[in-house]
């Protein structure tokens, strides 16, 4: 535990960490420091001076709280006058050239500038002459789009592609009031986490191409959740909303703060995934090719369980730990074989040094966890055996060819469930459509053995049932969400502490828990 000291804000004395700038420090304890120019991921760069604070008894007087430590007994005035006319006057400066129309900015509404002027300033322009003249829309590529005008120079987005990307694709031209934001020649973003500058922007003039001027931000519903792209399980915030008379569509992915995760950041790839929860996917039963009533499909697929002899269940490694531990008492009640293969999910050195992994399953380490095996042959010998095969939401298309697939299915039947169409599905006697993970709870465990919850998001007009609805339909013991999370209690004695409602947000650290459980 990090150690602690004490000092004073506005004569009030408040505990916080020792190590850290002052901006950091006493906004962990709810106290903020405007600023614009720092963030926590790239440090201090101290030229918006929106940070500067008053040293009672200090030499100097006044610091950029950035570039400033806590100490021990420090003496912080924020609400002093001259303190507030710093604020203002560097309002007034970042204003001169600023477009005063808020209302059509595409950042209207989680804009910091425009968060400040309310908080600090509100003042009439003093200006009489016309602003300096910028451009506007400017295509930097890697789907990143630029309004100059609307640009402060915090240095955000340069220090991030120096610093984090180390691709270095943006820089500061020129000095004063004609200095600009904009790439080299020749050399647009480039790089497979650019649009992260776009969430850095403290303003609206990075903005993101693919969803500038989609949605006003005030009328998106917010869930947390966990990226399924890959096995990292980056923090996101999923951004929806339900327009009258149409269904709940998501609109993008936001990166969430989690420091053993992913930190600030996400990968493009995974923030422009939402797109995969909204097209092609699958919402009608079906036997056959013909499109059926739920409960008709239901009825044929229970008949098709009780007529077989040997039952090998399939299941994705992308399914929530609760759908495993479902679907696996399913397999016990069954006397069924139970398979996790999905080698395909692996793409060999896709992954980078930073958060993309080559395994692109959300949660491979919850079939290890419970003990499902893996093997393609333990999986080919079952199937070898089986006249049913039950596929709970595995793309065999993705490790097997078409010929190779139909070869190996030739004398067994398929059962799929399943949230988005594929050419697999083509050769399932039934195919059941269920939810996808924004539309329902769950937990996953990452590939360095975090365990992390992921919220409900979207609210479909027709809701699908869920991987843990039909292993129960099936004929599965366990019927309840309290029955499944009391079985996952058992598999990660981590667990046991905590409902599903009071899982850190952070997610639970397993190793963490193994080291605990370890005896001399």
């Not at 002027?117 to 990143?144: C, H, I, L």
Request: charged share 25%.
């Amino acid at each position: 535990m990090a150690d602690k000291i004490k000092l004073f804000v506005n004569g009030e004395e408040v505990e916080v960490e020792a190590g850290k700038n002052l901006i950091d420090a006493v906004g962990a304890v709810g106290i903020e420091i405007p600023h614009l120019c720092y963030h926590p991921a790239l440090g201090a760069d101290g030229n918006c001076r929106m940070c500067l604070v008053g040293i009672e008894d200090g030499r100097p007087p006044l610091v950029p709280a950035c570039k400033t430590r806590a100490q021990e007994g420090m003496k912080v005035l924020l609400d002093a006058k001259h303190i507030k006319k710093i604020q203002r006057d560097v309002m007034e400066l970042e204003l001169i050239n600023h477009p005063i129309d808020c209302p059509v900015c595409d950042q209207a509404g989680e804009c910091k500038l425009q968060d400040y002027y309310m908080s600090y300033d509100q003042a009439e322009s003093r200006m009489t002459v016309a602003p300096v003249k910028k451009n506007k829309k400017m295509d930097f590529g890697g789907g990143v789009v630029h309004d100059q005008e609307r640009c402060i120079i915090c240095g955000r987005c340069v220090r991030f592609l120096r610093q984090i990307t180390k691709t270095g694709e943006l820089g500061i031209i020129n000095r004063t009031d004609v200095a600009r934001v904009n790439i080299f020649p020749g050399r647009p973003i480039n790089n497979r986490y650019g649009i992260n500058v776009v969430d850095l922007c403290p303003v609206g003039a990075m903005t993101s191409s693919d969803f500038r001027f989609k949605q006003r931000v005030w009328f998106l519903k917010k869930a947390l959740s966990v990226c399924h792209g890959c096995s990292k399980g980056c923090n996101l915030t999923i951004d929806h909303n339900k327009e009258k008379n149409k269904d709940d569509i998501i609109y993008r992915f936001r990166p969430r703060l989690n420091e053993q995760v992913n930190g600030y950041f996400i990968c493009d790839e995974g923030r422009l995934s939402y797109k995969l929860e909204n097209e092609d996917r699958l919402t009608t039963p079906k036997i056959g090719t013909v499109e059926r009533d739920l409960t008709d499909v239901l009825a044929s697929c229970k008949n098709e369980i009780e007529m077989s002899t040997n039952v090998t269940i399939l299941l994705s490694p992308n399914a929530s730990l609760e759908q495993m531990v479902a679907v696996k008492a399913l397999a016990g009640k069954l006397n069924a074989s139970i398979s996790g293969f999905s080698d395909g999910y692996i793409i060999t050195g896709d992954g980078d040094d930073y958060l993309i992994q080559d395994d692109k399953a959300a949660n491979r380490k919850g079939l290890e966890l419970l003990g499902i095996d893996t093997s393609q042959q333990g999986f080919e010998q079952a199937i070898a055996e089986a006249d049913l095969l039950i596929n709970f939401g595995n793309n065999l298309g993705l490790s097997y060819g078409a010929d190779a697939l139909k070869t190996l299915l030739t004398d067994t039947k398929t059962i799929a469930c399943a949230t988005h169409d594929s050419e697999y599905l083509a050769g399932a006697k039934l195919t059941i459509a269920v939810r996808s993970y924004s539309e329902y709870d769950g937990c996953v465990v990452n590939c360095d053995n975090i365990l992390q919850k992921f919220n409900k998001a979207v609210t479909k007009n027709n809701e699908l049932p869920t991987i843990c609805e039909i292993a129960a339909e099936f004929g599965g013991p366990l019927t309840s969400p309290a029955e499944i999370f009391a079985e996952l209690q058992q598999a990660a004695p981590a667990l046991k502490p905590y409902q599903p409602a009071t899982i850190p947000a952070e997610g639970l650290n397993l190793n963490d828990s193994e080291a605990a459980n370890v005896t001399a």
